[in-house]
């Protein structure tokens, strides 16, 4: 499991060395494994994409300002939900989104979970979009609003540099540094100044 203090620093720095680690999901006796392949960072002393922008709170943002390294859980479109984890000291309004992932442990759970399908039995178009997308993280992942607020240190859901950590073996070929790239977040058009900010990083 990733060490509070990681979570407690710079929300880009966060964001880009987030790329190429691992989300664990445990539940009803299973463990979902999944690299992450693409993240956003989100500021919300400055930055007019988040939703605290300007230190905003309401019943909604509340959790941005929860101690370090909490799930932050909301809904989009009244139907996906989004996966952040809250950076900075407690009281900064700040996260982590997580945007993408390539499954590395219980494939077909997650499958399942995404198209009621095992991985074989995917269509090219669904192994193509299988979860390349805030909302399908969550959906394969089966992460949903109960999540929401939770603190950094559960087992239900946390974040590991290798798979070693969950007694899982490594693929050698996430061994190698990860080739982040950089680019600008998707899908906030209305944040004026700040969609041109370099704060989405992907492999």
Request: aromatic share 10%; proline share 6%.
């Amino acid at each position: 499991m990733l060490a509070r203090r990681f979570f407690e620093g710079d929300t880009v720095e966060a964001a880009r060395s987030l790329v190429g680690k691992y989300l664990v999901r445990q539940y009803d006796g299973l463990t979902l494994c999944a690299r992450i392949t693409e993240t956003e960072a989100y500021v919300g002393r400055m930055d007019k994409a988040c939703h605290a922008y300007g230190y905003r709170r309401t019943e909604r943002t509340k959790t941005l300002y929860a101690p370090p390294g909490t799930a932050y859980v909301y809904l989009i479109y009244g139907m996906h939900c989004c996966l952040n984890f809250v950076t900075e000291p407690e009281g900064e309004p700040a996260a982590v989104l997580i945007r993408g992932l390539a499954p590395r442990h219980n494939q077909d759970i997650i499958a399942e979970n995404r198209f009621h399908c095992k991985c074989a039995d995917m269509s090219a178009y669904q192994k193509k979009n299988f979860l390349n997308g805030p909302g399908k993280v969550c959906a394969g992942m089966n992460i949903d609003r109960r999540l929401n607020g939770l603190p950094w240190g559960s087992e239900e859901l946390f974040l590991c540099g290798r798979l070693e950590e969950v007694g899982l073996p490594t693929p050698a070929g996430d061994l190698a540094p990860p080739d982040v790239k950089t680019g600008k977040r998707i899908g906030i058009d209305y944040a004026q100044e700040a969609v041109d900010f370099p704060w989405r990083f992907y492999l």
